[in-house]
């Protein structure tokens, strides 16, 4: 088999597609990493300017004290993490963060809120932070569990740009994580989001003790919904003691993170690839053959939610390394 015959099919198929199969994905999963890489980069090339870099803040706005047993996660109320549940941040707070974000060069800012749903009390307070942030200039994001129409309707009015809520892993092995909230209730969500006129932020997290398969198969999922979601974070699961999956985690094979990149790219093609949590895992070698696999964002900050991220100062030295600028560069 010659390398053209093995890179052709991608780029044939580097427009938006919902029909993958199985057995395509698993074979371009399966390609030598150079073939791989070679085909994530022009599909990659076609769609955004691969020398940029998108960058957004995250802020968890109200922590702790999630009535949802997801097994990986510090803030749930089911488990002895030792994170301590708080109340809704002030807006002038959080104001106050949003400008610290945009002034260390953020684009985008995102509000975190550990909820099953939001109250309605909450959610005018937080559609008036949406409101607010989106007068200092930043792009909006947030994440506040599962949303309504009419919810999701209100997000919007407030000038909210994109909503965050991932599929976490793939469906066969969705239940083995979470229990107190089904797929179809996330994918229910994501559907009021879309009939909101709200832009998506859907992904999933690697690491869980979840097989290959599951890794292709959350891809596959994401692929197949009516849109594909604008932003794809890819997380690594930031280790927390005191939660069931600790168990049975286990890290990735760097090389086997940077094919499910090189996937997501062929297969999400104009979606943004986003390295979320679990970056302070990775080494800059690392970081780099997931940008030439077709990463192109980051969070900055030091602390993602509850655990930590790469230094500011570390992604700045990276970037300037590699001669890479910020912004999201689409084509």
């Given at each position: 088999?010659?390398?053209?015959?093995?890179?052709?099919?991608?780029?044939?198929?580097?427009?938006?597609?919902?029909?993958?199969t199985?057995?395509?994905?698993?074979?371009?999963?399966?390609?030598?990493?150079?073939?791989?890489?070679?085909?994530?980069?022009?599909?990659?090339?076609?769609?955004?300017?691969?020398?940029?870099?998108?960058?957004?803040?995250?802020?968890?706005i109200?922590?702790?004290?999630?009535?949802?047993?997801?097994?990986?996660?510090?803030?749930?109320?089911?488990?002895?993490?030792?994170?301590k549940?708080?109340?809704?941040?002030?807006?002038?707070?959080?104001?106050?963060?949003?400008?610290?974000?945009?002034?260390?060069?953020?684009?985008?800012f995102?509000?975190a809120?550990?909820?099953?749903?939001?109250?309605?009390?909450?959610?005018?307070?937080?559609?008036?932070?949406?409101?607010?942030?989106?007068?200092?200039?930043?792009e909006?994001?947030?994440?506040?569990?599962m949303?309504?129409?009419?919810?999701a309707?209100?997000?919007?009015d407030?000038?909210?740009?994109?909503?965050?809520?991932?599929?976490?892993?793939?469906?066969?092995?969705?239940?083995?994580?979470?229990?107190?909230?089904?797929?179809?209730?996330?994918?229910?969500t994501?559907?009021?989001?879309?009939a909101?006129?709200?832009?998506?932020?859907?992904?999933?997290?690697?690491?869980?003790?979840?097989?290959?398969?599951?890794?292709?198969?959350?891809?596959?999922?994401l692929?197949?919904?009516?849109?594909?979601?604008?932003?794809?974070?890819?997380?690594?699961?930031?280790?927390?003691?005191?939660?069931?999956?600790?168990?049975?985690?286990?890290?990735?094979?760097?090389?086997?993170?940077?094919?499910?990149?090189?996937?997501?790219?062929?297969?999400?093609?104009?979606?943004?690839?986003?390295?979320?949590?679990?970056?302070?895992?990775?080494?800059?070698?690392?970081?780099?053959?997931?940008?030439?696999a077709?990463?192109?964002?980051?969070?900055?900050?030091?602390?993602?939610?509850?655990?930590?991220?790469?230094?500011?100062q570390?992604?700045?030295?990276?970037?300037?390394?590699l001669?890479?600028?910020?912004?999201?560069?689409?084509?």
């Open positions: 088999m010659t390398e053209m015959t093995r890179t052709e099919g991608p780029i044939q198929h580097e427009e938006a597609r919902h029909d993958w199985r057995a395509e994905a698993e074979a371009l999963h399966a390609l030598p990493l150079p073939d791989l890489l070679f085909a994530a980069q022009q599909v990659h090339r076609r769609h955004f300017d691969a020398t940029r870099v998108e960058t957004a803040s995250l802020l968890s109200k922590t702790g004290g999630c009535p949802e047993d997801c097994g990986y996660c510090s803030q749930s109320a089911h488990y002895r993490t030792g994170v549940a708080t109340r809704l941040m002030d807006q002038d707070a959080v104001l106050a963060a949003a400008a610290a974000a945009k002034a260390a060069g953020a684009a985008r995102c509000m809120a550990a909820w099953r749903n939001p109250k309605p009390r909450d959610l005018e307070r937080v559609a008036a932070m949406v409101t607010a942030v989106k007068a200092l200039g930043l909006t994001c947030a994440t506040l569990g949303l309504t129409p009419e919810q309707g209100r997000l919007k407030a000038g909210l740009d994109y909503y965050n809520h991932n599929v976490d892993t793939s469906p066969e092995y969705y239940a083995e994580i979470i229990t107190t909230r089904t797929l179809d209730d996330r994918l229910e994501l559907a009021n989001v879309r909101a006129g709200l832009k998506v932020c859907c992904g999933g997290i690697v690491g869980l003790g979840e097989g290959q398969d599951d890794r292709v198969g959350m891809l596959l999922l692929a197949s919904l009516p849109e594909h979601p604008e932003s794809v974070p890819l997380n690594l699961w930031n280790e927390v003691d005191g939660v069931p999956v600790k168990a049975q985690a286990e890290r990735p094979d760097p090389i086997a993170f940077v094919r499910l990149v090189a996937l997501a790219r062929l297969m999400l093609p104009r979606s943004v690839i986003r390295l979320s949590a679990g970056r302070q895992y990775m080494s800059d070698e690392l970081q780099t053959l997931c940008f030439l077709g990463a192109n964002s980051i969070f900055l900050g030091d602390i993602l939610l509850t655990t930590k991220n790469p230094e500011r570390r992604d700045a030295d990276l970037l300037a390394r001669g890479m600028r910020t912004g999201n560069g689409r084509a």
